[in-house]
């Protein structure tokens, strides 16, 4: 292989521990781990190889593999004994990622990276099987943190909710998000339309959302999923990307091909789900700026209408935004009723967002941090959000 330094080269390596833990209750979790290296090297013509195994003489030395951590029957048991109560009715299935990777001749070179990153999938099935609930938890680490001190009580309470959950009806609601809610929908309808797509002009002055809200792209916020110096092609990040500014996009999220279509400076956005894949501009951590409302009283204001908890199975098409309703409670008398309810869907226009009344003062991240945006899934996309008020919310059937 000729060197790397001729313009026009590349290459992405990654070496590290690939994880896995099936668990329905009833029956031994599997569990497997698997050591991955690998790599990919664009030439000079635009050509690109895939390989298995160490980097091809001339492109540097061998990537050393991350230390394996907490042993893989301790998680497996973990999980074992947080589905063991559900007896079959919850299924989960957990992966981890620990890589070491390198970009190198595509800028100057950039220093080695760890990746660590984790998922708890699955779903909850009802007492009389006819309902499936989608679980899901993921982030930065491995998760065994979450698994000892969260989990359990985290699971036992959603079951409980769920159990006792009535069916949704579908109309208009004045709403409130709760921040896990709230977050799926600024992630849907801020983050993605800030991803900068090749070929497209710009949004930048497009009004998003109301003036409560104000983004920001942040990969070394503190408690985000995604904690980077350098992005996948190298960049390196040199702070927070303003998002929106009152409710309008004020900037985009850029790899170096976007940035240089665009007239724009790259945002350290360029990430990749591995090294065999190209990178794409994705969020990092979505931070919105807090409010100055407190739930307990925007919840008064709305008076009657929904506390939305949890959404899940969210996505964005030309149609709008959509999210199935995993757990709501009604609001009767400006007060949180206890009577919980699940079903249906928000459907909404992407501008879903100009509706927000106002936010909260208190933002927190969201427990799910999966995206899967082109086919690459990311286990480390944040989203951290104050509690919104929202009038007249969609909920369909």
């Known amino acids: 292989m000729a060197s790397p330094r001729r313009p026009g080269e590349a290459g992405w390596f990654e070496r590290g521990l690939c994880r896995t833990v099936h668990a329905c209750g009833g029956a031994p979790p599997r569990a497997l781990e698997m050591a991955v290296e690998r790599g990919r090297v664009r030439e000079r013509g635009g050509a690109e190889h895939r390989f298995g195994g160490p980097p091809p003489a001339g492109w540097g030395p061998r990537l050393s593999s991350p230390a394996p951590g907490v042993a893989l029957d301790a998680v497996a048991g973990a999980i074992e004994a947080l589905v063991a109560p559900y007896r079959g009715r919850v299924r989960l299935a957990y992966s981890a990622a620990a890589f070491h990777r390198r970009t190198a001749g595509n800028t100057l070179d950039a220093p080695v990276r760890p990746s660590f990153t984790w998922a708890l999938t699955g779903s909850l099935i009802s007492a009389d099987g006819g309902t499936a609930w989608p679980l899901g938890w993921s982030g930065a680490g491995d998760g065994v943190g979450w698994l000892a001190a969260g989990a359990e009580e985290e699971l036992r309470e959603m079951a409980g909710a769920l159990e006792r959950a009535r069916p949704l009806e579908a109309g208009r609601y004045d709403a409130v998000l709760g921040p896990d809610a709230a977050a799926v929908l600024v992630h849907e309808t801020v983050g993605h339309l800030a991803e900068a797509a090749p070929g497209a002009p710009p949004a930048l002055g497009v009004r998003l959302a109301s003036e409560a809200l104000s983004v920001e792209d942040d990969p070394g916020a503190p408690g985000g999923a995604a904690c980077y ?142 995206c899967g945006r082109a086919g690459q899934l990311l286990c480390d996309v944040g989203t951290c959000s104050p509690a919104l008020r929202v009038g007249q919310l969609r909920i369909v059937r």
Request: glycine residues 14%; hydrophobic residues 40%.
């Open 229 to 370: 110096a350098y992005d996948d092609e190298g960049v390196r990040s040199l702070g927070p990307t303003p998002v929106l500014r009152e409710g309008v996009v004020v900037g985009e999220l850029h790899t170096a091909d976007t940035a240089r279509a665009s007239g724009a400076l790259p945002t350290a956005n360029g990430r990749a789900a591995g090294a065999w894949h190209p990178p794409l501009p994705r969020i990092s951590n979505l931070v919105c700026a807090p409010g100055d409302a407190d739930e307990g009283e925007m919840v008064d204001r709305v008076g009657r209408g929904l506390y939305l908890r949890r959404l899940g199975e969210a996505g964005l098409s030309r149609a709008g935004v959509s999210a199935r309703v995993v757990l709501a409670e009604r609001i009767e008398g400006g007060a949180r009723t206890g009577e919980f309810l699940t079903g249906g869907w928000v459907e909404e226009e992407a501008g879903v967002l100009r509706r927000v009344v106002e936010a909260g003062d208190a933002p927190r991240f969201r427990a799910n941090a999966m």
